[in-house]
Nanobody, 123 residues
Framework: QVQLVESGGGLVQAGGSLRLSCAASGRTFSNYAMGWFRQAPGKEREFVAGINRNMRTDYADSVKGRFTISRDNAKNTVYLQMNSLKPEDTAVYYC?????????????????WGQGTQVTVSS
């Protein structure tokens, strides 16, 4: 069983930056694919970024060039650095993990989820 706890959300002006963190329990963290998803009110949960056990990363087109996902296996933590934030980035951001090798965009493909952290970008 893996538990995920996000932190780092908040209110920021458009053009600003935030860094989200996701702390994971369990000794097999380094073998897991990790991802970030987000869900805005009235919308479906959508893929934002992912990183696999070999540090290969993948991003949604809407965040490429602005967001960076990284992981620190020694700290069992995955990060999402968000720059040049836009009002449309406003959502609850969720951390996800799975023992699969591949980073998959479908939320249903991920086994473990955090409780979410709110990110609000004002215009």
């Amino acid at each position: 069983q893996v538990q995920l706890v996000e932190s780092g959300g908040g209110l920021v002006q458009a053009g600003g930056s935030l860094r989200l963190s996701c702390a994971a329990s369990g000794r097999t963290f380094s073998n897991y694919a990790m991802g970030w998803f987000r869900q805005a009110p009235g919308k479906e949960r959508e893929f934002v970024a992912g990183i696999n056990r070999n540090m290969r990363t993948d991003y949604a087109d809407s965040v490429k060039g602005r967001f960076t996902i990284s992981r620190d296996n020694a700290k069992n933590t995955v990060y999402l650095q968000m720059n040049s934030l836009k009002p449309e980035d406003t959502a609850v951001y969720y951390c996800a993990g799975d023992s699969t090798y591949y980073v998959l965009a479908s939320p249903g493909s991920w086994s473990y989820w955090g409780q979410g952290t709110q990110v609000t970008v004002s215009s």
